[in-house]
Each structure stands twice: as C-alpha cells, then as structure tokens.
C-alpha cells in the first residue's frame, strides 16, 4: 500500500492514476466530500468536523475505506490524505499493510493562498482557480454556465485553523514511518518540479521489489 500524506490539502497536481494504473487511487478528502454533497448520514456527520476545521473522527474514516476500497483484488492503494495521525496508521497496518509513505511539504502561506483562491462546480466537481486555472466568465462554469461555489473549507480562516490542526497531529505521524523505513519527504510548490521526484522514488520501490 502507498499514502500520499499532503500538508493539509491538495495544491500542486499529481497524476498517479496514469502513472500507476495498478494502483487503486482513494482520497480521503474526496470520498469525504462526496458523501457530505449527497448528505449520506457518513456525510452529514463528517460535516460538522469539516466546517469546524477539525478532522474527521477515525472510525468514520475507516468505515469510508473499508466501503470504497475493493480490498479483495490484491491491487495495491493509493491513499491519498490520510492517515494523519499515530493511531490512524496503527489502525490501519492491522487492515491492510503499508508499504511506501510520500509526504509532500508545502509552504504553509502557499496554500492558504492556492486553497482560498479555489471555487468548483458542485454537481461536476470542476475545479477554477482564479490564479492559474480562472473560469472564462468570472463566477460560472465553463461547460454548464452555472454559478461556481466556495466550500466552506476552503475559505482562508479556515484553512489555517485546519493547518494547525494538521500539523500538530501529524509529525509524530511523519516520525512513525520514517522510523519504519518507508516515509520520503518531497519540499516545493510546483508540481512540475515535485512529481517526477515523486514517481522516480515509486518506481525505484517497486525495482526493489516493495511493491
């Protein structure tokens, strides 16, 4: 199993699914979303924490992986935001184990900057930033015309407070894989720069037979 531990959130652009299609590719943040937008009582829940910038409690997140993933295939996972905290992965070495850990470090006014600047489509999920990404007409999809929203998630305040949630209940995380042998650090804040640091460093794992 690969986990792709991220400061926070997403802000640079990495393509394991083309990569590596082997992998299943699960994000933690994605299927969290996915279930508070249709309002599943997972959802509803984990929405509340959300909304307060604090992280979702394990056994919901648990329950969401042990739902999406197909953990029957023998396939290896990507897992992408979590875990994020000590008893998260120890929760999870005893569900599936855990063989490779990219932590990607990023600049913590980057992305308070990149997130706040995100606004998406909810019914398509579309994502616009209005830095490098902006919708052709300010405020509207590009394919539907329809309004373009904000999630409260991402709003600045609260990803700061998200922020220092985050790291505090993640460097002991960051030690317990690099005490395990399995964790690689990757520092910057373009993806052209980072992700091919990140796939020479995968698929010398995989040579050495890690996989």
């Known amino acids: 199993m690969l986990i792709a531990l991220r400061t926070s959130t997403m802000t640079i ?6 990569d590596f299609p082997q ?3 699960l994000s933690s943040g994605d299927m969290l979303r996915k279930h508070v937008q249709n309002q599943t009582s997972l959802g509803k829940e984990a929405q509340a ?5 604090k992280l979702v409690p394990d056994d919901l997140v648990f329950d969401l992986i042990t739902e999406e993933a197909d953990l029957e295939s023998g396939r290896s996972i990507l897992l992408d935001g979590f875990p994020r905290t000590v008893a998260q992965a120890e929760g999870l070495e005893r569900l599936v184990h855990v063989d490779m850990v990219i932590n990607l470090v990023i600049p913590t006014d980057t992305i308070v900057e990149r997130i706040s600047d995100r606004w998406i489509h909810a019914p398509s999920g579309r994502t616009y930033s209005y830095s490098y990404n902006p919708p052709k007409q300010h405020g509207l999809d590009d394919v539907t015309g329809e309004p373009l929203i904000q999630r409260e998630d991402d709003k600045p ?7 220092e949630t985050y790291e505090e209940a993640t460097a002991p995380l960051v030690d317990y894989y690099s005490s395990n042998g399995v964790l690689e650090s ?6 052209d720069v980072i992700y091919p640091n990140v796939k020479s460093w995968v698929e010398g794992r995989f040579d050495d037979g890690r996989e």
């Open 49 to 53: 924490y959300m909304k307060a910038g």
């Open 13 to 18: 652009t990495l393509d394991p699914k083309q």
């Open 186 to 191: 990757f520092h910057g804040t373009m993806s």
């Open 157 to 163: 305040e609260c990803v700061r407070s998200r922020l």
């Open 23 to 25: 992998f299943q590719h």
